[in-house]
């Protein structure tokens, strides 16, 4: 069983940064697929950023040039860095694990993936 545990979410003015984590724990793929997801008030959850199982990375168009996904594998955990934020990401943001490994922008699709984090809220005003 993977646990996900998901930080570094905060309250922050427009053109602030954050850097979201994600630790994971249990027995998990080396070559799973990790992605964040968020999900505003009345939205459903949609793809922000993820990395695949050849460690190639996906964006949604919203986010990119802002953020930047990576994972150190030796800890365990997945990054997101947000730069430039503006009001309409703020949501709650969740990462997520696969069971098997996917290639590309499927990896986005909240379908794949058998494992999530409880999440971490991002506030921009």
């Known amino acids: 069983h993977v646990q996900l545990v998901e930080s570094g979410g905060a309250s922050v003015e427009r053109g602030g940064s954050l850097r979201l984590s994600c630790s994971a724990s249990?027995?998990?793929?080396?070559?799973?697929?990790m992605g964040w997801f968020r999900q505003a008030p009345g939205k459903e959850r949609e793809g922000v950023a993820c990395?695949?199982?050849?460690?190639?990375?996906t964006y949604t168009d919203s986010v990119k040039g802002r953020f930047t996904v990576s994972k150190d594998n030796a800890k365990n955990t997945l990054y997101l860095q947000m730069n430039s934020l503006k009001p309409e990401d703020t949501a709650m943001y969740y990462c997520?694990?696969?069971?098997?490994?996917?290639?590309?922008?499927?990896?986005?699709?909240?379908?794949?993936?058998?494992?999530w984090g409880q999440g971490t809220q991002v506030t921009v005003s």
């Open positions: 997520a694990a696969t069971s098997w490994p996917y290639y590309g922008s499927i990896c986005t699709d909240t379908r794949v993936y058998g494992y």
């Open positions: 249990g027995y998990m793929k080396t070559n799973a697929c």
């Open positions: 990395i695949d199982s050849q460690s190639a990375t």
